[in-house]
């Protein structure tokens, strides 16, 4: 099936007969010097706290507490600044291995099951002629406020016990609280709003001439979603799933009330947290701590990085 | 999956053909057993997801084998009740079937939220009506401690200042990011990753790498290892305890949050601008524009729908922003209390159900003004697409 | 064909619902307590508030002496944010044992019924004082009956300071508060600093300032006037709270006294505060603070050497002040109650009085100190026994008041006198007496 179409020409033509020296344009056009030094600055300027963190992760303890992490930079060489002592220590938590799996086995569904879901929601608000569609979005959209806290309660309740109404059971008694299942819905439920309102955008902003074109080629809405839509949206597909895993991954609370802090079932975030001691004696473990828990999303973050590839619109219209 | 063109008709009914009327009595057989197709479809998916359930929840299971079977169902499952329930829409009356078929779609997403996040606030509107335990009602009491107490009116004023100031500065920063970072030859994947980086680090991280900023101990107490107080002792100040300064601490704060969701907004607002078709943005160049022309009046109209996107979701983080402030040192007494905090605090710590719930429903009128707002874009991207 | 194809559909999901239905008939979870015993699940559940490290040594205690005996297993999690974790299992129904550190919270959960009542699970009471202390098991009493079982003690009322030094410097320990006062003006004479305090602990900024509110109020107003303090017979703002509160500003605002000031305090946080007592020359001699603190110390100094400690001298009368946790149960089930027979028993609470890192002393008063693992918890179990039986030991006040005052206004209020000087002290316990819930 082939689609051809015309280039969108809703967006404004710049305007024209503005004079432009050459050294501006080449200055700032293909990482010019000025892009350079703007994003350089940028992202010193963000990378200055971590820096901190990271510095103080490989110092020993009585280093790290009485003196600042940059007078490890005077004197980078001297083996006495550095050390490897707290991550062998955080490394060394009871069940480290057990929990990161956990975490995997909490993340991974928890990730995918929402897109999943919300693609398909995202979809008919953005190509579907439906009564309720915009305020039904909007309640989806409103629903991004609820803080999760509030949600704790009730949902274990529901898992714990069921719920009935007047001794009619309309929810059954599932006794999810302590499973997998039970924080992958939590998961899911949480993450919905978020997915829903970021793929809307995203599939709403295609080019409405391909999916008039494909209609008109007499393709369902199954067909155009899955064929059409949805390798369209892979850049929004990615990055959509680089947040939620990364939240879900990065998660104490919800983790911990329907999944449980026991030995066996606990995910990394709490085993780690346990690190620093609850009257913080032990805050250097917890630099280490940070570092390690966060190289897998930096990990799905990079190697995700090439679903953000330019041109995607504009590559599909001529296929 | 072939596309099939023929699909969407309705397939004829054995021993008649499709004549220019159909009966009502058809009619209704074919609905009805569109509906029982339904119920027995969420039967069948019922059984096979509680013995899967009870694989996957039995602790002992292979983690491995439960990830991918957890796999198989979560994305393998629903796609192939979507596609079903494509299916059974398929089966009834055309016109009939159209009208459905969003709502099939929707559905899923609709039911969830529905279970676990409007439940919630059902439970929590009842419960803001009633007294600390969640007995007896006590009318509006809770909501006029909210607007009286001196503390909550605080953190009215200081949520006010969260939901301006994060927005803008992540929003702003994040999407000159995003413009320059497209424009690098090279090194954009990780001049893109170390602003991201923030985002990765957990909550517990974060606490502790502004601890390393903006940390203090008085003379005598050990040595400063906070880096602004560093700084201060470099040129020979007094060190200063940062997060006590009132009203500033709270600008400090808000700096944290800036710099974890920046690489958020800077992410999402990347991908808008990678879907800009170069045809036009290297025509206007060709026409003379210069690039700061071509942000103003090409960028920016064009990945405007992200920008509200983006710029929402940052209002309603702030709005609902509570570890970053309940981490850093005493909010009452710094004085950096936020609406979230102070929700938590009167549901969890102070034990008074009904005082946290008041607040929570507040939370939840004041984000009133920003759907209505998205309302409004949604509709005017809509007329012009 | 195709009908009777579709006439097959609904006969097969008659059979699938009712083999279904079948499933669903086991409840086997946590529901309502006050149904009655339940059956056994396999596992309890015990949620406490203690230290990583101690929490995988009772662990290990348990393994032994418990899990390895019965035909259950207990499993022990160390929890962050206790109060809000307790509060959200609890009212989530999914509760079965918690170590519970501030009992003011129990009659909330009481009256919204997700605790048992430790009658209901065939506890006897008298058998209870017997082994555990009247006074102590009295502080679960609500309504009636009683939710709590007390299964850890430590003392508050130690001043730590550094020996060596101390020694040195010819001081001794003071016998009375006259004494201690004494003392101070020695150390300032010498050209010291007498006292280090910190009352910065993030969001619960203030706690020990209340510690040292309640050790005043206990040897001046007397064990019977506290008693009304907590229980909210007398108001906040009576004049023996006021006179508590301004010897407390004796201490406090006394030029030279305290390192950094008063209005420092709420900004060093609570476990740096002891920190100054090991440099040399020391820049403090006297930290008033509870038995956990020596966790803080640094990691060279020696107990008995390097610094030892004196409990807090009497005022006008005797005091001692302890804190310690309640274990409340949610769920009433046979295995549960057998845990609980088990873990206040002699052997299991003697082990765990020998774990290294821990701080906790047994409530059991067949404990003896031979079981503690350090001579200061041993010291500490003789001073909390006796205190026990002559009756004038007291339970930490600000964690058997409600919630809201108790870990909310008292606190804040607290570092509102230190910020605001002496002056300021009557109009601070006003407006906690304002806050008290009614």
């Not at chain 2, 009215?156 to 424009?183: E, Q, Y």
């Not at chain 3, 409340?328 to 295995?335: K, L, M, Q, T, W």
């Amino acid at each position: 099936m082939s689609l051809t179409v015309p280039l969108p020409t809703e967006v404004e033509e710049a305007p024209s007969g503005a004079t432009v020296t050459a050294s501006e344009t080449v200055g700032v056009r293909r990482g010019g010097w000025f892009t350079k030094i703007v994003i350089i600055a940028v992202v010193v300027l963000w990378l200055i706290p971590t820096l901190g963190v990271v510095i103080t992760s490989f110092r020993p303890e009585t280093l790290a507490d009485t003196t600042g992490w940059w007078t490890a930079l005077a004197h980078p060489f001297r083996t006495s600044e550095w050390t490897i002592e707290n991550y062998r220590l955080a490394l060394d938590t009871g069940g480290f291995e057990n929990a990161f799996l956990n975490s995997l086995a909490v993340a991974v569904p928890s990730t995918v099951m929402p897109i999943t879901i919300a693609a398909f929601a995202a979809y008919a608000f953005s190509w579907m002629e439906f009564r309720g569609r915009y305020v039904l979005f909007v309640l989806v959209v409103g629903l991004l406020v609820v803080p999760l806290q509030m949600a704790l309660i009730p949902i274990l309740r529901l898992y714990t016990g069921g719920a009935s109404i007047g001794g009619v059971q309309i929810f059954p008694d599932l006794d999810l609280t302590g499973t997998l299942p039970a924080v992958w819905l939590a998961h899911t439920a949480f993450g919905l709003p978020l997915a829903v309102y970021l793929l809307r955008n995203y599939i709403g902003s295609l080019p409405s001439s391909i999916i008039e074109s494909a209609k008109i080629d007499g393709a369902d809405h199954f067909t155009i979603f899955w064929r059409l839509v949805v390798p369209l949206s892979v850049p929004a597909l990615a990055a959509f799933a680089i947040f939620q895993f990364l939240w879900v991954w990065n998660d104490f609370l919800v983790a911990y009330v329907f999944l449980g802090g026991t030995r066996d079932t606990r995910v990394l975030t709490i085993a780690l947290a346990g690190l620093a001691g609850s009257r913080g004696q032990n805050w250097h473990l917890l630099t280490a701590a940070a570092f390690i828990t966060m190289l897998l999303p930096l990990l799905v973050f990079f190697s995700l990085q090439r679903y953000f590839v330019r041109g995607l619109t504009a590559g599909a219209v001529k296929g | 999956m072939a596309i099939d063109t023929e699909e969407p008709t309705a397939p004829p009914e054995p021993g008649t053909e499709e004549s220019a009327g159909r009966s009502p009595a058809r009619d209704a057989v074919t609905i009805g057993l569109f509906a029982l197709g339904l119920v027995v479809g969420a039967v069948i998916t019922w059984v096979v997801l509680a013995q899967a359930l009870d694989y996957m929840r039995d602790r002992d299971s292979n983690r491995l084998l439960v990830i991918g079977l957890a796999l198989a169902l979560g994305v393998g499952g629903i796609f192939f009740l979507f596609w079903a329930m494509d299916r059974l829409v398929n089966m009834l009356p055309r016109d009939v079937s159209e009208r459905v078929r969003p709502y099939v779609y929707v559905g899923p997403a609709l039911v969830i939220l529905a279970v676990f996040l409007i439940y919630p606030v059902i439970n929590t509107i009842i419960l803001s009506f009633k007294d600390n335990i969640g007995q007896d009602f006590v009318g509006l009491d809770n909501f006029k401690f909210v607007f009286t107490d001196p503390s909550m009116l605080r953190s009215i004023r200081n949520t006010l200042l969260w939901i301006v100031l994060v927005p803008l500065c992540a929003v702003s920063i994040g999407l000159i990011f995003a413009t320059l970072a497209d424009r690098l030859r090279r090194g954009e994947a990780i001049a893109k990753s170390l602003i991201f980086l923030p985002m990765a680090i957990s909550f517990v991280g974060a606490a502790v790498t502004w601890r390393l900023v903006y940390g203090f101990r008085p003379e005598g107490f050990g040595s400063n290892v906070g880096l602004l107080n560093g700084i201060k002792l470099g040129l020979g100040q007094d060190p200063v305890a940062w997060l006590t300064i009132r009203p500033w601490n709270n600008l400090l704060l808000i700096v944290i949050m800036i710099w974890i969701q920046t690489g958020f907004a800077m992410v999402v607002l990347s991908a808008a601008i990678k879907s800009i078709p170069d045809e036009i943005v290297e025509a206007a160049r060709i026409d003379g524009a210069s690039e700061l022309q071509v942000f103003r009046h090409i960028t920016v109209p064009s990945v405007l729908p992200t920008i509200v996107v983006v710029t929402t979701y940052m209002v309603i983080n702030a709005m609902k922003v509570f570890d970053i402030v309940y981490v850093m040192g005493s909010p009452e007494a710094n004085q950096t209390e936020v609406i979230a905090e102070r929700m938590i605090q009167w549901f969890f710590l102070s034990n008074n159900d009904g005082r946290g719930a008041a607040i929570a429903v507040v939370l939840f009128l004041a984000v009133i003004p920003v759907m209505v707002w998205n309302v409004r874009q949604f509709r005017q991207q809509e007329a012009i697409r | 064909m195709r009908y009777r194809r579709l006439l097959a559909v609904p006969a097969v999901a008659l059979l699938l619902a009712a083999a279904c239905g079948g499933d669903d008939d086991d409840d086997d979870g946590g529901a309502a307590p006050s149904e009655g015993q339940e059956e056994n699940t396999g596992t309890v559940n015990l949620m406490s508030a203690g230290e990583p490290e101690e929490v995988e040594a009772y662990q290990q205690i348990f393994d032994d002496l418990i899990n390895s005996e019965t035909d259950y297993d207990v499993e022990i999690e160390s929890v962050g944010d206790f109060e809000e974790q307790f509060q959200i299992r609890a009212e989530g129904g999914n509760l079965d044992v918690a170590a519970v550190p501030q009992p003011g919270a129990i009659p909330d959960l009481v009256d919204s019924g997700s605790i048992v009542a430790l009658e209901d699970m065939g506890f006897d009471i008298d058998e209870l004082n017997d082994t555990l202390g009247e006074s102590f098991v009295a502080l679960g009493e609500y309504k009636g009956k009683h939710y709590g079982l007390p299964t850890n003690i430590n003392l508050k009322s130690m001043v730590w300071y550094p020996k060596d030094d101390f020694d040195a410097a010819g001081y001794t320990v003071p016998e009375t508060w006259d004494d201690l006062m004494a003392l101070s003006d020695q150390i300032v004479a010498d050209g010291g600093t007498p006292w280090c305090v910190g009352f910065e602990s993030e969001g619960a900024t203030g706690w020990p300032a209340t510690d040292w509110m309640e050790d005043i109020m206990l040897r001046t107003a007397g064990p019977d006037t506290y008693d009304q303090w907590y229980k909210h017979e007398i108001p906040f703002n009576d004049p023996a709270v006021l006179a508590a509160a301004e010897q407390f500003g004796d201490v406090m605002f006394k030029d030279g006294y305290v390192l950094g000031g008063a209005q420092a305090t709420p900004d060093i946080a609570f476990g740096d505060a002891p920190l100054p007592m090991f440099d040399d020359p020391p820049g403090c001699w006297l930290h008033r603070q509870a038995s956990f603190i020596n966790a803080n110390f640094p990691e060279d100094a020696e107990a008995g050497v390097d610094y030892d400690w004196f409990q807090l001298p009497p005022i006008d009368q005797e005091g001692t002040l302890f804190g310690g946790e309640l274990t409340v149960v949610g769920s009433n089930r046979p295995e549960v109650v057998d845990f609980l027979n088990r873990f206040i028993a002699e052997d299991v609470q003697c082990e765990m009085g020998g774990v290294q890192a821990s701080s906790r002393i047994s409530p059991n008063v067949d404990v003896g100190p031979d079981c503690y693992a350090n001579d200061i918890l041993a010291d500490a179990s003789v001073i909390l026994t006796d205190s026990l039986s002559s009756g004038t030991g007291r339970f930490d006040a600000s964690d058997l008041m409600p919630a809201e005052v108790g870990s909310g206004t008292f606190w804040t209020g607290m570092i509102d006198y230190m910020r605001g000087g002496p002056d300021n002290a009557e109009q601070v316990l006003d407006q906690i007496e304002d806050s008290w819930p009614s």
